[in-house]
């Protein structure tokens, strides 16, 4: 049938009318928030790793980042745990938040087994499907004898996998009796075979089993940004010496990144050094280190995390236990678009000190069962009491509490002290660079039941940079002797 033109008008008036309400309709509903659906896993939150100064950022949170996990053993004595099975494993039993790829390089730089790459490749795509990092480790201690197969490893995986956000490249896991200069060298040879294809976080190995990073701090590479340093440690074998050494690494500007660490002794066997590992666990949360725990195997030694028949050993029952510590404070189940409520306790302290330290205290702190406010456990230390004396518990850590409003904590002392005219208590927190000091009211508290601080955080300045939480305990002009303390539930909402 014809149209008229007065019919044609008619029809065309209303299909723009539609369209018209249409936009207009989509305007007003409020749209689903990009990050809503983006933070169902770490890489999802964080995105690609990139160094800034002596740090480690999220490139979408643009803030200091930290994730922990667990290394592959050598692929070519480990094959049958390369795969898919097991990277679900790590994920969904130990809840790891990075997996180490060591692909086993013999002593003339040539790969054990070429076959290997292809587990490589099992392990980095679980890795992505997941949602979580891996180092893709070029697992050698004479990785400067054949700089060649090294390159044309590293270009293959770069091509393949450098656009990912999930991909980190390890390209010298430990020089032995090598040089800085030899290992430089080396890596401003091979970086650029990786940058033809990816600008993802290239991490280097350091001289002496990758422990000497404060020679690479003196001489770092310049060539290539998006580079960190290697650093690795065994609880049992290594201590304070080599904390200082990474310490003037870090004062001199440059990442680290603790690729391999491991309980035990620095022959990957022996007992658990808990003292030990907890005092290396503390340091690397304060200062915000990345680490891959050592290692995914079933090797008769103190290392391997699995027995021969699949179960855990005491090793991988005590990374267990690290990781599921964690992981409900983890900065990315935290925020609100991730699904977490407006209200999220932190800390919780139930089986360890969640990374907590403490000032002017005489012992502790730790994880004790005594006393609650919340679940089993508790953080405790003692202290040592004098006239207006001053005493912290404290996790000095960088955060954003950016559109967070309020911090509390429940705080006690014990029965057995000489408190005078009572106990007082504050929650604090320093921001910013200058490590500004911010503080809620002073309560005074007591021995027979929790007493809850609160502290409003709307108007600090640098909500974005936090530094550091905790509270203070204040004692009275007349207070002496040896008590202790205790902080429960600190809870952001």
Known sequence: MKMSFNSFTKSLTMILLFSLLTLLFQAVIPATPASAAACAN????????????????GSKTNRPMMVKGASFFWSNWSGPFWNTTTVNRMVDEFQVEIVRAAYGVDPSGNPYNTADESKVRDVVNAAIAKGIYVIIDWHSHDAHNNVNA???FFSRMAQEYGSYDNVIFEIYNEPTQVSWGTIKSYAEQVIPAIRQHSDNLIVVGTPFWSQSVDQAANDPITSSGNIAYTLHFYAGSHFQSLRDKANYAMSKGIPL?????????????????????????DWMNQNNLSWANWAINDKTEGASIFNTNGSLTAGGNYLKSILAGHAPYAEWRQNAACGGSSANTLYDFEGSTQGWTGSNI??????????????????????????????????????NLSG???????????????AGDGLHAKIYAKT???????????????????TTLSFNLTSIPNLD????IGVQFL??????????????????Q
């Open 404 to 418: 967070k409003t309020t911090l509390s904590a429940t705080v006690k002392h014990a029965s057995w002290d000489s």
């Open 475 to 492: 004692a009275s002009e007349n207070s002496s002797g040896k008590s202790a303390v205790y902080v429960d539930n600190v809870t952001l």
């Open 432 to 450: 910013g660079s200058g490590w500004a000091w911010y503080a809620g009211k002073a309560v005074k508290i007591n021995s027979s039941g929790g």
């Open 150 to 152: 090294a390159k044309s």
């Open 42 to 57: 770490p890489v999802s939150y964080f995105g690609e790793m990139k160094a800034s100064g002596n740090k480690i950022n």
């Open 465 to 468: 940079d936090v530094r550091e």
């Open 257 to 281: 990144f603790v690729t391999e660490m491991g309980f035990v002794n620095a022959d990957g066997d022996g007992g658990i050094n808990y003292d030990s590992t907890n005092q290396w666990l």
């Open 362 to 399: 005489s012992d502790g702190p730790w994880s004790v069962n005594e006393w609650s406010s919340k679940g089993s456990n508790s953080l405790k230390a003692d202290i040592i009491m004098s006239a207006n004396s001053q005493h912290y518990l404290l996790l000095s850590q960088s955060r």
